[in-house]
Nanobody
Framework: QVQLVESGGGLVQAGGSLRLSCAAS????????MGWFRQAPGKEREFVAA????????YYADSVKGRFTISRDNAKNTVYLQMNSLKPEDTAVYYC????????????????WGQGTQVTVSS
């Protein structure tokens, strides 16, 4: 089992940057594929990015491709989401996710979820 704690959210102006972090408990972090989802008020949960167990493969939603970068440090049990060129439509609660056997863009595939961190982008 793994527990996920996100940090790094906040308020930023359009065009700015933020880096989200997700710290995972446990000694088998490298056994989990990791990802980020987001949910804006009144909208469905949306896939943002995912990274494979070793970090050798990444996968992005079209809406963030070229602006966001997901990475992981298995020695620190941490996954990151670097967000550049932020837009007001990126405003949402961002959730870190993890799963041993699934690497993809469906929220149903991930067993473990963090509590979320708010990102607000002002215009």
């Amino acid at each position: 089992q793994v527990q996920l704690v996100e940090s790094g959210g906040g308020l930023v102006q359009a065009g700015g940057s933020l880096r989200l972090s997700c710290a995972a408990s446990g000694r088998t972090f490298s056994s989990y594929a990791m990802g980020w989802f987001r949910q804006a008020p009144g909208k469905e949960r949306e896939f943002v990015a995912a990274i494979s167990w070793s970090g050798g493969s990444t996968y992005y939603a079209d809406s963030v491709k070229g602006r966001f970068t997901i990475s992981r440090d298995n020695a620190k049990n941490t996954v990151y989401l670097q967000m550049n060129s932020l837009k007001p439509e990126d405003t949402a609660v961002y959730y870190c996710v993890a799963d041993r056997g699934y690497y993809g863009n469906s929220f149903k595939g991930y067993e473990y979820w963090g509590q979320g961190t708010q990102v607000t982008v002002s215009s």
